[in-house]
């Protein structure tokens, strides 16, 4: 929406405050509200960028933990496993989309396959992965630019 529909961000810019979100602690999408909203409109704007993306759910969930009783056990974990597959499509889906603005760039394409095999093939750990590869990635860019 941020990209296609209002236009705020062009597609670098979008990969670049998604890759910058996933690497700050907290929740993606909440860490793209803050970059966002600041962006626009300083402090106040991640603020209300924050709110508005949190205060509705919050108070529907809120709302129907109060409301409704426990019940229904089955039925429940196989709605949540197929909004899970739902959420991973969605996420291959923006994976692809991401994808198209650095097959341009091989050396990018070429540090995300090296991610995508040792985190998610090689099972290695995260923060072991990150460490080994931002300074190479880093390098990779500042070597480009200069």
Known sequence: MLVDERRWLDATEFNEVLSLSQFLPGPNIVNVSVIVGRRFRGPVGSLAATLGLLLMPLRSSAARGGVRPVRGG??????????????????????LKMGKTIRDT???????????????????????????????????????RG
Do not use: D, T, Y
């Open 74 to 95: 089955r039925r429940r974990a196989r709605r949540v496993h197929g909004g899970l597959r739902a959420a991973s499509g969605l996420v291959l889906a923006l994976a």
């Open 106 to 144: 091989p050396w990018q394409v070429g540090v995300g396959v090296v991610a995508f095999v040792a985190i998610g093939v090689a099972r290695q750990p995260l923060l072991w992965v990150l460490a080994a590869l931002v300074p190479v990635s880093l390098a990779f860019s500042w070597w480009r």
